[in-house]
């Protein structure tokens, strides 16, 4: 039988339990079909990728992001702000945000992450000054070929009902719900290797009221889908807490009926140990973004603490406007370089965090059948790795230790749903220079330069 793909002669991170050295993977029909290590036993090929003394691993796995946020990177009013500052001033921007500018942010952000080696993203689109944005996502998704698991962000308290966002882009009750309904129908694909899930995401326990989050976490229940938030990431949603729920953020989390494994979360920075056991328990998975975290100066949750508590943890890069970088792969160095700085070096290895990047994200996203790891039948989504000959000399002994020590790594190859869409580290969508100039002029329409 004769397959696709045969990418032979590389170093195969297969997943947590198995690396092949000198093996080869072999795709078929935007499957992996089978993986080995003498070259002798792979079937025959349509095309063969010789990927000599290269770092094959799985596309890691966005777990939690904010695409839109690129047309506002590094924006000088508030880059040295608190996190509720930073939100404060932005929100004004955002509010000019519209189906194609949030289009071409969305294509901007999907090869950013290709370039870093990601195949999966969610995204959690939570502004909506204008309908049907999550929509030209889609479009985005589709016409980049990249898998897509859209969130349906919300946010229903405006200034005026002690939120921080202007009243321009919250929404109301029964807006959200319908669109979230529409956008399920019209979306969600529940079936084997599909390249688009929705998910339900109001936006923090603070900036949505409780009537969402009950009733997101029953339309997840009536459609079978997931929910996401930000939860516990800042003392100040502890203290908005205490004020107007009288509880912490996790009891609230609790007694809104979102403690179940759809659930997964952002940052989680502030529980107490008591709060991740129960969450843990309840299967509640975390995305932890380590760059955002440090950037915003607000703290950082102990990811590797959590998953010896049976939380399952992943990473996400978050919106683009805190961390104003899109790669996983660094996201993925800085996830080790916090462990190993808040815990010591007994504590984490690049092999955790390669594994919270891959498995741990697609534990997040509830799809650890097909993608997070390459063994035979998961989705053909995976990378190979360019370190330059400078970066990697020197390195012998592990080369999943040197791929995340010894800097920078970015993708060679990025493989999505069998379809190369980066080549020798350069993306292959043919319009991309024009892409960049239209957001560009969005982005200049949006900062009101
Ligand atoms: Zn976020």
């Known amino acids: 039988m004769t ?3 045969l990418i032979r002669d590389a170093y195969i991170y ?10 080869w993977l ?14 002798a036993t792979a079937p025959p090929a349509r095309t063969i990728l010789s990927a000599r003394v290269q770092l094959v691993t799985p596309g890691l796995i966005n777990a939690h992001h904010h695409m839109y946020q690129n047309l506002t990177r590094a924006y000088a009013p508030v880059t040295n702000g608190t996190l509720f500052e930073w939100l404060t001033g932005l929100y004004p921007l955002w509010a000019d945000l519209d189906a194609e500018s949030v289009y071409l942010s969305t294509c901007v952000a999907m090869v950013e992450l290709l370039m870093g080696g990601c195949t999966t993203s969610m995204d959690h689109m939570y502004v909506h000054p204008k309908p049907f944005l999550i929509d030209a996502q889609f479009r985005a998704a589709r016409d980049i070929g990249f898998r897509f698991y859209a969130t349906r962000g919300s946010m229903t308290r405006s200034v005026k009902d002690g939120g921080l966002p202007p009243a321009s882009v919250v929404q109301d009750e029964d807006t959200i719900l319908a669109d979230s309904e529409r956008l399920v129908a019209a979306f969600h ?3 084997p290797g599909a390249m688009g899930r929705v998910a339900l995401a109001p936006c923090s326990l603070f900036s949505v009221s409780e009537r969402i989050m009950t009733e997101s976490a029953r339309l997840a229940e009536k459609h079978d889908l997931r929910l996401h938030t930000h939860l516990a990431e800042d003392p100040d949603e502890d203290r908005y807490c205490a004020d107007v729920y009288g509880c912490t953020p996790t009891e609230y989390f609790e007694r809104v009926g979102w403690a179940t494994p759809r659930s997964w979360v952002a940052h989680y920075i502030y529980p107490s140990s008591d709060e991740i056991d129960r969450l843990a328990h309840a299967g509640v998975c975390t995305a932890q973004c380590p760059c955002s975290n440090m950037m915003i100066g607000g703290g950082a949750a102990d990811a590797m603490g959590m998953r010896r508590r049976g939380m399952r943890v992943g990473l996400g890069c978050d919106g683009s406007a805190s961390t104003d970088h899109g790669s996983m792969w660094l996201e993925t160095r800085m996830a080790l370089l916090l462990g190993r700085f808040r815990n010591g070096p007994h504590s984490m290895s690049a092999r955790d965090a390669l594994d919270m990047a891959t498995r741990g994200g697609a534990a997040c996203l509830g799809w650890e059948d097909e993608i997070g790891h390459l063994r035979p039948g998961a989705c053909a989504d995976l990378v190979i790795w360019k370190m330059s000959d400078i970066a990697r000399a020197g390195a012998l002994s592990d080369p999943v230790e040197a791929w995340l020590r010894c800097a920078p790594a970015v993708a060679g190859t990025t493989i999505v749903n069998g379809a190369i869409l980066v080549e020798d580290g350069v993306p292959v969508m043919s319009n991309l220079a024009e892409i960049l100039r239209d957001h560009a002029r969005e982005a200049r329409r949006i900062q009101r330069l």
């Open 3 to 5: 397959v696709d793909l």
């Open 14 to 23: 297969v997943d947590r339990d198995h690396e092949i050295a000198d093996g």
């Open 26 to 39: 072999a795709i078929k029909d935007r499957r992996v079909h089978s993986v080995g290590a003498e070259v």
């Open 189 to 191: 694909d529940a079936s």
